[in-house]
Nanobody
């Protein structure tokens, strides 16, 4: 089992920035890919970004491309989501997830963090 712990959420004004962190521990063979997802009230969970622990590949949802950056620190088993130029529509609970296969589908990720709230005021 992979344990994921997120931090870094909060309240920010539109146009501001936040950085989310997700630290991984436990069994690592089932966590080749790390993803960030978000879920706003009344909406389905949606893909935000993903990255592999090895290599240079990243993938972003169109809604965040150019504003968000996913990165990793292999030495500390931590994945980051740098969020810039935040908009009110970015308000959601953000979750990190670990999976074996790179995908934008939440069903392909087997381990999830508890989520961290991001609120962007207008």
């Amino acid at each position: 089992q992979v344990l994921l712990v997120e931090s870094g959420g909060g309240l920010v004004q539109a146009g501001g920035s936040l950085r989310l962190s997700c630290t991984k521990s436990g069994r690592t063979f089932s966590s080749d890919v790390m993803g960030w997802f978000r879920q706003a009230p009344g909406k389905e969970r949606e893909f935000v970004a993903r990255i592999r622990w090895s290599g240079t590949g990243t993938d972003y949802a169109n809604s965040v491309k150019g504003r968000f950056t996913i990165s990793r620190d292999n030495a500390n088993d931590t994945v980051y989501l740098q969020m810039n130029i935040l908009k009110p529509e970015d308000t959601a609970v953000y979750y990190c997830a670990a999976g074996k296969v790179g995908s934008r589908s939440a069903t392909m990720y087997s381990s999830w963090g508890q989520g961290t709230q991001v609120t962007v005021s207008s």
